[in-house]
């Protein structure tokens, strides 16, 4: 069965910090990995997401993320963070759409909340 | 494209009654999902949508929950006779439905808190 862990639940940055969440999966075949980031109250908006090729991929708002496939991470990297960065995020994997697989389901981390001081 | 939409964003009921929600995906994508998410957890997957077939269910879709998608672009989602451990954010979320293809990102609505009194 696949899993997410996210091991830290609660991180706290200065603005202008560097910033990385981590996110170790499991998963029996090749994984399809995405970083989600949801806001109070509010759904998930997609950051990025990795299914093949480059292990070092760009997001949105700056965000990069580097797969390795050896340690079963995808960390999610900053270099500088932003006070509107503050917010819940995600780490999801789910089976490639090349894998045959047949499910679609996405398997989620339960979060790791980031809050921002001025 | 307006992205997924859904409704209520709130709703409020008493144990034992019956409550409907609504999901409107992104025009013209195939695949639909049900997530629930509780306090402090991750969004947990229920159940998809290829168009109108319901090909897969969690262990999570007891009995007393069903998912409609009759002409495979809105979909429903309803809960019988709700009790308080169902209150949670109900997430609604679609993809493109490509075979073979990259593009299988879901894309998330913003979620229906259920509180079930």
């Known amino acids: 069965a696949q899993s997410v862990t996210q091991p830290d639940i609660h991180i706290t940055v200065s603005e202008g910090a560097s910033l990385e969440l981590r996110c170790n999966y499991s998963?029996?075949?090749?994984?399809?990995l995405f970083w989600y980031v949801q806001s109070p109250g509010q759904g998930l908006q997609l950051l990025l997401k990795y299914f093949s090729g480059d292990t070092l991929v760009q997001g949105i708002k700056g965000f990069e993320a580097e797969f390795k496939r050896s340690q079963s991470s995808f960390n999610l990297r900053k270099p500088s963070v932003h006070w509107s960065d503050a917010a819940e995020y995600f780490c999801?994997?789910?089976?490639?759409?090349?894998?045959?697989?047949?499910?679609?389901?996405?398997?989620f981390g339960k979060g790791t909340k980031l809050s921002v001081i001025p | 494209d307006t992205g997924v939409s859904q409704n209520p964003r709130h709703k409020i009921t008493k144990r034992g009654q019956n409550v409907t929600f609504r999901c409107d995906p992104i025009s013209e994508h195939n695949r639909l999902y049900w997530y629930r998410q509780t306090l402090g957890q991750g969004p947990e997957f229920l159940t998809y949508f290829q168009n109108e077939a319901q090909l897969e269910k969690s262990r999570l879709l007891s009995d007393r929950f069903s998912a409609e998608r009759p002409k495979g672009s809105f979909s429903t989602l309803e809960i019988q006779r709700t009790e308080q451990g169902d209150s949670a954010m109900y997430l609604c979320?679609?993809?493109?439905?490509?075979?073979?293809?990259?593009?299988?990102?879901?894309?998330f609505g913003p979620g229906t808190r259920l509180l079930v009194l």
């Open positions: 999801a994997v789910g089976p490639s759409p090349y894998s045959g697989a047949g499910s679609y389901q996405l398997t």
């Open positions: 979320a679609s993809s493109p439905g490509l075979a073979g293809g990259p593009g299988e990102t879901q894309y």
């Open positions: 998963y029996g075949a090749t994984p399809y």
